[in-house]
């Protein structure tokens, strides 16, 4: 039993044929998934043996990490649709399906500091004036 393995062959599942679009593509895809796999293999077993610590447990570290980030970057583009995007904000039912937060937890997802972050990264500040009583810290 080879852990290091047994993760990135979890973190990395291998397309089945049919899955790849266009077909062509599959053994290209196939090929790249083997790769990250390996490199994959590798940096939790060097990492594992670096820092003393159960490679599953770096493996679930390393995703907490992604899952943050993305977190952070669904926050961002939230405020960019309500209080950026063209004209008229974005609603916050379609945000809030294509999200997968509720349409309230759409409202609360961002605060200001997604709002500045949001306003520093684009170069512009937002259509929307600011919102009364919005949370300053988040």
Do not use: W
Not at 89 to 118: D, H, M, Q
């Amino acid at each position: 039993m080879d852990v290091p393995e047994e993760l990135a062959a979890l973190c990395h599942p291998l397309p089945e044929p049919g899955s790849v679009t266009p077909q062509d593509c599959f053994t290209d895809a196939f090929e790249k998934t083997a790769e990250l796999r390996e490199e994959e293999a590798f940096r939790l077993e060097a990492a594992s043996e670096a820092l003393g610590v159960d490679p599953l447990l770096l493996a679930l570290e390393g995703l907490k990490t992604q899952k943050e980030a993305v977190d952070a970057q669904i926050r961002r583009l939230l405020a960019y649709g309500r209080e950026f995007y063209g004209s008229h904000p974005y609603g916050l039912e379609e945000l809030a399906r294509r999200s997968g937060y509720t349409f309230s937890g759409v409202r609360t997802a961002y605060g200001e500091r997604e709002i500045r972050a949001v306003a520093e990264q684009i170069g512009r500040q937002p259509n929307r004036p600011a919102r009364p009583g919005a949370d300053k810290t988040r």
